[in-house]
């Protein structure tokens, strides 16, 4: 932070502030590392094969395996730029849950089919049973309440935000006392251990309205998607488009599946666990084609090589098995060969492929400017820019959103706001001198942080750099006209 930033906050909080922004940044990494741990564990206790738990071609585990590590990912990577931004560590929460719910299915499964059972293997079934609902639910309500500003429209969404959480509860509490068995299509014969023999109808009613509390909570976050992109600047509507082309399926298909309809429920829930699984995609492509977080180059290759890993891995898995089947074809006999062949096809392919991913990637995150749309909103951000009064709207807007301010404010020479965005008048903690841009535009003023933290100082100096770079643009613009 320069000198010329008038803070309230004392070095000592600031050096705090810094201190807890790395250690966010080591906690997201150490997540991410959890949720390949996580996949690999799962892997594991499918290779014991029960046939109870086989991870294979399904539409849900293969929709599970993927959001247990691109969800944790990306919100890892979100976090190395903006360690409290809500949107990544919710992420890393779907996608830890996705695998701790798989885990603990794939343990208590396998842990029943041997021949001494393994201890907690009935009471983790139990677990998983209560977690493959709301974790989809309640996190994919919860990331169309907050992107891809990190803030709920207004504090009356934070109702719904509220009541896709105590549907969640609520289903989950009707779960762990339902009588009867745990799992009736899978484990008929294994009895709930939680199950109270006499609150089945009320057990059963919990459930209902847990599911249509659900239902409800993640409609209405579609909804304000909606609202947010009618109320949006070009650039957070290009951002909503990618999110709500995966949410507006999901939201589709996973309330189908809440329902527990006799038919179409298991095809709805895999169908929606496959396209939930897209979710962090689709924010990566935000982030990386809108500049979102401004951490695009570090998506970019995360998406590039993510998508050829899986590629590779499929190649690999049909490769061996359609090998295999050759061998014993002919010699009636398994081989290492078709290990050692496909190995080799598969690093055969792996430079073309990596480069065709490439070119793809990188020329779907490039505008398209030769539609007129796409140029008008090109003048538009030009003149957000250089234009004074847009440009005192623009800034308070961007500051507001990147330092998490509850209201920052563009004052002219005698401190009376031109432009304000968020909560104003409030006591300014930070205070940034805006040289030679336009009478009306001397200074930007904010206040306290939402949470109630200190300023990242990083995320001030940052703004500092930018309200220089407008003050330029727009003294520049004066000149020449």
């Excluded at 061996?320 to 078709?338: N, Y």
């Amino acid at each position: 932070m320069s000198a010329s930033v008038t803070a309230l906050e004392s070095p000592s909080a600031q050096s705090r502030a810094t201190r807890h922004a790395a250690g966010l940044r080591r906690l997201a990494a150490a997540l991410a590392v959890l949720a390949v741990l996580e996949a690999c564990g799962i892997l594991l206790l499918s290779a014991l094969g029960d046939e109870q738990f086989q991870v294979g071609a399904e539409l849900a585990t293969v929709g599970f395996l993927a959001s247990v590590v691109l969800f944790p990912v990306v919100g890892a990577l979100i976090v190395q730029r903006r360690p409290e931004t809500r949107v990544a560590w919710l992420m890393m929460a779907i996608g830890l849950g996705f695998g701790l719910a798989l885990l603990a299915f794939g343990y208590g499964a396998t842990g029943l089919a041997s021949r001494t059972p393994r201890p907690g293997a009935v009471e983790t079934l139990m677990l998983a049973q209560l977690l493959f609902v709301p974790v989809p639910s309640t996190g994919i309500t919860l990331l169309m309440l907050l992107f891809p500003s990190d803030r709920f429209l207004s504090r009356r969404w934070r109702l719904v935000a509220v009541a896709g959480v105590v549907g969640a509860i609520t289903y989950a509490l009707g779960t762990l006392i339902l009588p009867g068995p745990i799992d009736r299509e899978s484990f008929p014969a294994v009895e709930n251990p939680f199950g109270l023999s006499g609150l089945g109808d009320l057990a059963e009613l919990l459930i209902r309205a847990g599911n249509t509390t659900v239902v409800a909570s993640i409609a209405l976050g579609a909804t304000s998607l909606v609202v947010r992109y009618r109320r949006a600047d070009a650039v957070e509507a290009a951002q909503i488009r990618w999110i709500a082309l995966v949410a507006g399926l999901a939201a589709i298909a996973l309330p189908i599946a809440a329902l527990q309809l006799d038919v179409g429920s298991d095809l709805a829930f895999g169908i929606g666990l496959v396209v939930l699984a897209c979710l962090p995609i689709a924010i990566g492509f935000a982030i990386t084609r809108y500049r979102l977080y401004e951490i695009d180059r570090l998506i970019n290759r995360a998406l590039v090589y993510g998508a050829l890993t899986a590629i590779l891995a499929g190649v690999f898995t049909a490769g061996i098995g359609l090998a295999q089947r050759l061998f014993i074809a002919v010699t009636r006999e398994t081989s290492d060969a078709a290990i050692v062949i496909t190995t080799l096809v598969v690093a055969t392919l792996y430079a073309p492929l990596r480069k065709r991913l490439e070119a793809i990637v990188d020329r779907a995150f490039k505008y398209d400017d030769r539609l007129f749309g796409a140029y008008r909103d090109e003048v538009k951000r030009i003149l957000s820019i250089v234009e004074p009064s847009r440009a005192a709207e623009r800034l308070a807007t961007e500051a507001v959103r990147e330092l998490g301010a509850r209201g920052v404010a563009i004052v002219d020479a005698e401190d009376r706001p031109t432009a304000t965005a968020g909560e104003w008048p409030l006591p300014a903690v930070i205070r940034l001198p805006i040289r030679g841009a336009a009478p009306s535009m001397t200074a930007l003023l904010a206040g306290p942080r939402a949470d109630g933290q200190p300023h990242d100082p990083r995320s001030v100096a940052e703004l500092e750099e930018v309200v220089g770079l407008v003050a330029a643009a727009v003294h520049l613009s004066d000149d020449r006209s």
